[in-house]
């Protein structure tokens, strides 16, 4: 089974990475030629990947298709390429539905969204897949988690968590560099604090099946620093800001 990116940014690298380095069982990735140095370093790194001419020779040679271009491309591009039937195109494309997708793609092809991110070139994270599909939730089960969603508007809720990836490691900038202005040389800081917030996601995922409230209690003791954390926070109004922001990004994305 040949593989085809129809656009080589950060997520089109992210999963051929993970995909290069996992067991699945494919005979090439064709990427397309931009972004140029991107696809180059993929080429090097990688011995089953193969840059294409154009577009339409990635859609011509592969089984599966991955739309990996921003909207605005999305939107310019699609309709101009021809799909087979027999195809599966899976797109990652953050704003546009599965009703303008076949409409775009004009023939009958399956037809999968799908929300990977950065970490899948470890091998790690969630991916959800929209609508369920068995052969795509296989495929990223080797790169991740798939979470299958049967209503394309939910998705839009996972999407709209996706936005806290940045917020999330600009927290352990913040407090990496709160520690180096302490006089902690960055690299220990930053090691300090990468293994902490590595070690409490373990153990929230081992946790999974509790409320994650639970943990919210246990990792306090009282009158303790973990209480004082959460006390000064909420009353700073942070996490309602937190939930605040998680709104709006759903709002663009509800469009
Ligand atoms: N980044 C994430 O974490 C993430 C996660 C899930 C989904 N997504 C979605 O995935 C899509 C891509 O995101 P990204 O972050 O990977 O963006 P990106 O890094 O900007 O990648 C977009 C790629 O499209 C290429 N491109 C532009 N015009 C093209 C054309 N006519 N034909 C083929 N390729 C073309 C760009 O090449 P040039 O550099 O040469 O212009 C670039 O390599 C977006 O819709 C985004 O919402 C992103």
């Given at each position: 089974?040949?593989?085809?990116?129809?656009?080589?940014?950060?997520?089109?690298?992210?999963?051929?990475?993970?995909?290069?380095?996992?067991?699945?069982?494919?005979?090439?990735?064709?990427?397309?030629?931009?972004?140029?140095?991107?696809?180059?370093?993929?080429?090097?790194?990688?011995?089953?990947v193969?840059?294409?001419?154009?577009?339409?020779?990635?859609?011509?040679?592969?089984?599966?298709?991955?739309?990996?271009?921003?909207?605005?491309?999305?939107?310019?591009?699609i309709?101009?390429?021809?799909?087979?039937?027999?195809?599966?195109?899976?797109?990652?494309?953050?704003?546009?539905?599965l009703?303008?997708?076949?409409?775009?793609?004009?023939?009958?092809a399956?037809?999968?969204?799908?929300?990977?991110?950065?970490?899948?070139?470890?091998?790690?994270?969630?991916?959800?897949?929209?609508?369920?599909?068995?052969?795509?939730?296989?495929?990223?089960?080797?790169?991740?988690?798939?979470?299958?969603?049967?209503?394309?508007?939910?998705?839009?809720?996972?999407?709209?968590t996706?936005?806290?990836?940045?917020?999330?490691?600009?927290?352990?900038?913040?407090?990496?560099?709160?520690?180096?202005?302490?006089?902690?040389?960055?690299?220990?800081?930053?090691?300090?604090?990468?293994?902490?917030?590595?070690?409490?996601?373990?153990?929230?995922?081992?946790?999974?099946?509790?409320?994650?409230?639970?943990?919210?209690?246990?990792?306090?003791?009282?009158?303790?620093?973990?209480?004082?954390?959460?006390?000064?926070?909420?009353?700073?109004?942070?996490?309602?800001?937190?939930?605040?922001?998680?709104?709006?990004?759903?709002?663009?994305?509800?469009?």
């Amino acid at each position: 089974m040949n593989l085809g990116f129809i656009g080589t940014g950060k997520i089109a690298s992210s999963v051929i990475a993970g995909i290069c380095t996992s067991k699945i069982n494919f005979k090439k990735i064709i990427i397309s030629p931009r972004n140029k140095i991107i696809a180059k370093n993929l080429k090097q790194k990688f011995k089953k990947v193969i840059i294409a001419r154009e577009n339409q020779q990635i859609v011509d040679k592969c089984d599966w298709v991955f739309l990996s271009v921003t909207p605005t491309i999305g939107n310019r591009i699609i309709k101009d390429l021809k799909f087979r039937s027999t195809q599966t195109i899976i797109s990652f494309i953050s704003t546009i539905t599965l009703s303008q997708l076949k409409k775009m793609i004009k023939v009958r092809a399956k037809i999968v969204r799908a929300i990977p991110l950065p970490p899948i070139s470890l091998k790690k994270g969630p991916v959800p897949i929209c609508p369920p599909n068995l052969k795509v939730k296989k495929f990223f089960n080797q790169l991740g988690t798939t979470v299958e969603i049967k209503n394309e508007k939910s998705s839009i809720n996972f999407w709209s968590t996706s936005g806290m990836m940045a917020p999330f490691y600009e927290l352990l900038r913040v407090m990496t560099d709160w520690l180096v202005k302490r006089g902690v040389k960055r690299d220990n800081a930053q090691k300090y604090i990468t293994s902490l917030f590595l070690a409490l996601s373990e153990d929230a995922v081992v946790n999974s099946k509790k409320d994650l409230k639970f943990l919210v209690k246990e990792s306090q003791t009282p009158q303790g620093l973990n209480e004082q954390g959460v006390r000064e926070l909420t009353k700073a109004s942070f996490y309602k800001s937190l939930e605040k922001t998680l709104n709006s990004i759903h709002k663009r994305l509800n469009k």
